[in-house]
């Protein structure tokens, strides 16, 4: 029996077109959970959204939307995310900060800041956000802005989550550590993402649906008085 879906819970995973994001999605509608995707790259339908997170605007749009559909939302998923490979850290331009910022940090509190009230409501969410391996230590592929963006996302939650638990919302985080998925195929060579295998200890990198199974965890019952954590998922690879 599921410990997620009992037929009335409504999720949003953000950035549910590919990877880790649409993984979750799937998980989530096969646990009974109706889950609507929302990202960038997707049309707006029944149980999609298309939403640039940088926009605030469209952002506020789509959960004003929403709640006036379902009345309700239960689990928010922000899995958006973007990242440019490793360069020298002193030559990235202003630009590059923004762009990855304004996705991975700012996005994420974004989506946060327009699902927490109502959530509020009905007294009850559950939240998980995305960090990395490269927030809990160092990045070996992604570069100087998308470390300090995946720091951000982990601060932001344990921030937010000291302030709404008395809201019966609770807001966690999973740092995986490279995942295959189309960002990280998008960003490292064949040759990196061998030698980045044997690297770890299970010796392979992440399925995004190992990833997700995680994700499942933190917005089941089961993770009922877990708040403010970070979970990595990383196969041992410190």
């Not at 989550?161 to 609770?170: E, K, L, N, R, V």
């Not at 990198?205 to 993770?223: D, G, M, N, R």
């Amino acid at each position: 029996m599921s410990t997620i879906g009992n037929g009335h819970r409504v999720a949003v995973v953000v950035g549910a077109s590919s990877g880790i994001g649409r993984a979750t999605a799937t998980l989530l509608q096969n646990e009974g959970v109706f889950t609507i995707s929302l990202a960038r790259r997707l049309e707006n339908t029944d149980s999609t959204r298309c939403c640039d997170v940088r926009d605030e605007h469209a952002v506020m749009a789509v959960f004003r939307d929403l709640a006036l559909q379902f009345g309700r939302l239960d689990i928010l998923v922000n899995c958006a995310g973007i990242a440019s490979p490793a360069t020298d850290p002193l030559t990235h331009q202003i630009e590059e900060w923004e762009t990855i910022l304004q996705t991975n940090l700012i996005g994420t509190y974004l989506c946060c800041k327009y699902a927490i009230p109502i959530m509020q409501r009905h007294k009850y969410g559950r939240i998980v956000n995305i960090s990395s391996i490269a927030g809990r230590s160092y990045s070996r592929t992604a570069s100087l802005p998308y470390t300090c963006s995946k720091y951000g996302v982990i601060g932001l939650t344990r921030q937010l989550a000291s302030s709404f638990g008395q809201d019966g919302i609770t807001i966690n985080c999973v740092s995986p550590s490279h995942t295959k998925s189309e960002m990280l195929l998008a960003n490292v060579a064949q040759e990196q993402i061998d030698a980045l295998s044997t690297a770890v200890p299970l010796r392979r990198l992440a399925e995004p649906k190992e990833v997700a199974q995680t994700i499942c965890f933190l917005v089941s019952e089961a993770a009922s008085y877990i708040t403010g954590a970070v979970l990595d998922v990383n196969g041992g690879q410190l």
